[in-house]
């Protein structure tokens, strides 16, 4: 096994590179050494691509540390209408482990409707952990790949990989903040959410919804564990999620509801026939947005529990982390 190289990142000079892309260019022509890019504090304007065999982003502070860019998917593209959402993120974690503790990574682009989406992570590596992360955004803050099979726009997936194959990853975040409003997590990917802070943001639309997964058929999907909402929306206004396609899944399990969340809990994306394909589902949720029913979807199923519990030992195992 190759020994991890450490690049230190620092704006005052006293590292290797004073900006992560910098780096990440440098290890370019070596993409499967193993690397650790230590970032120290400071404000990053910057929009690392990043395609690396083994890597992991640390930085010296969550809060001081920030990876930040302000670009919307309605922005104008060279030769194109717009940039769109799958160009527009600030951080691209591509390859094969990615690893990002320590550290803010947001997009100040605003509101989706003025905007556009505004990625402020697009996480395609196979295996993604995030430990202590703050991620902020809108529109589309998190999106965790794959992509569905097929656009419902025509270039609606202009971006690094419209043309690649759909591969799962498997996605572990633990103990992070992710803010934002419209399906401001999402995606295909088989992903675990631990003890983190789900903060959803008013709209003006005066709906939010938090998880918009496209589970292709037969995966897990999305597991909440242990998590908490609480962000600034009015009483009733939050869904928990609704289906990106026909076969999303995702499931709540013992997670701490704010009033913000609406009593239905899942919206259906203006299709009724998704309350039969989609897998959504909770137990053992409390607070004062839990319910002992919804709209659809299921609550305090004891075999769907024990199911999903099995999800997360799965993961906790292929990510090496302990309770």
């Given at each position: 096994m190759?020994?991890?190289?450490?690049w230190v990142?620092?704006?005052?000079?006293?590292?290797?590179?004073?900006h992560?892309?910098e780096?990440v260019?440098?290890?370019?022509?070596?993409p499967?050494?193993?690397v650790r890019?230590?970032i120290k504090?400071g404000?990053?304007?910057e929009?690392?691509f990043?395609?690396l065999d083994?890597y992991?982003l640390?930085g010296?502070?969550r809060?001081?540390?920030?990876?930040?860019?302000?670009?919307?998917?309605y922005?104008p593209?060279?030769g194109?209408s717009?940039?769109?959402?799958?160009r527009?993120q600030t951080?691209?974690?591509?390859g094969?482990?990615?690893?990002v503790?320590n550290l803010?990574v947001?997009n100040t682009?605003?509101d989706?409707a003025?905007?556009?989406q505004a990625?402020?992570v697009?996480?395609?590596?196979s295996h993604v952990l995030m430990?202590?992360?703050?991620?902020y955004g809108n529109q589309d803050t998190l999106?965790t790949?794959?992509?569905?099979?097929?656009e419902r726009?025509?270039?609606?997936f202009r971006?690094?990989r419209?043309?690649a194959?759909?591969?799962?990853t498997l996605q572990?975040?633990?103990?992070?903040v992710?803010r934002g409003?419209?399906d401001?997590?999402?995606g295909g990917a088989?992903?675990v959410?631990?003890?983190c802070?789900i903060?959803?943001l008013?709209?003006?639309?005066?709906?939010s919804?938090i998880?918009?997964p496209?589970?292709?058929?037969?995966k897990?999907?999305?597991?909440?564990?242990?998590?908490r909402?609480q962000?600034?929306?009015p009483?009733g206004?939050?869904?928990?999620?609704?289906p990106?396609?026909?076969?999303?899944a995702c499931?709540?399990l013992e997670?701490?509801?704010?009033?913000?969340?609406?009593?239905?809990?899942?919206?259906?994306w203006?299709?009724?026939?998704n309350?039969?394909t989609?897998?959504?589902?909770?137990?053992g949720?409390?607070?004062?947005?839990?319910?002992?029913t919804r709209?659809?979807?299921?609550?305090?199923?004891p075999?769907?529990?024990?199911?999903?519990?099995?999800?997360?030992?799965?993961?906790?195992?292929?990510?090496?982390i302990?309770e």
């Open positions: 190759q020994q991890r190289k450490t990142i620092a704006q005052d000079g006293s590292g290797d590179f004073f992560l892309r780096a260019l440098h290890c370019a022509a070596a499967e050494q193993p890019f230590l504090n404000v990053y304007a929009r690392p990043i395609e083994d992991v640390e010296e502070n809060d001081r540390v920030i990876l930040t860019a302000g670009v919307g998917g922005d593209w060279p194109e717009k940039t769109g959402t799958f527009s951080l691209f974690l591509g094969g482990h990615a690893t503790r803010t947001q682009a605003g989706g003025v905007a556009g990625l402020a697009y996480a395609d590596a430990e202590h992360v703050n991620l999106f790949a794959p992509l569905p099979e097929k726009e025509e270039n609606g971006g690094p419209q043309n194959p759909r591969l799962d572990y975040y633990r103990d992070c992710i409003n419209i401001f997590i999402f088989n992903a959410f631990d003890g802070t903060q959803p008013a709209h003006r639309s005066k709906v919804y998880a918009a496209n589970t292709p058929a037969g897990p999907g999305y597991l909440f564990y242990h998590c909402v962000g600034s929306c009483a206004t939050v869904y928990l999620g609704r990106w396609r026909k076969d999303a499931y709540w997670c701490e509801l704010s009033a913000e969340i609406c009593p239905d809990g899942w919206d259906n203006r299709d009724p026939a309350e039969w989609a897998r959504f589902g909770e137990y949720s409390t607070g004062p947005g839990a319910r002992k709209a659809f979807g299921s609550v305090d199923d075999k769907l529990r024990r199911r999903h519990l099995e999800q997360l030992q799965d993961l906790r195992a292929r990510f090496r302990s």
